[in-house]
C-alpha cells in the first residue's frame, strides 16, 4: 500500500506544480496535477493563499497562480530540511 503523503510534502508538491509551470498555472490544471480531491485542495490552497505562499492574478484570459517569495523560500528550505533528515537517516 502507498504511503500518504503527510501535509508538508502535500504543501510542497503544489508549489513544485506550480513552478514548475514557470510560476504561472490556471486553478484546474494545478488541481488535477496536485493528484488530490477537489475539497481538500481548496483547503490547502486556501491555506497557501492565507500564508501568502501563492498569489491569483486575474486578467482577462483568467486567473493563473503564481508562487510569492515566500513559497519559493519554503520551497528552498523543504529542500535543506529533506537533505538534513536524510543524512543522518531519521
Known sequence: MAKKRERLEVIRDILIVVRDANNSIKPTPLLRKSNMSTKRFNEYFKELQEKEFVKE??????KTISL???GFQYLDRYTIIK???EEFEL
Do not use: L, W
Open 57 to 62: 492574478i486575474i486578467t482577462k484570459k483568467g
Open 68 to 70: 510569492t517569495d515566500k
Open 83 to 85: 537533505q538534513f533528515v
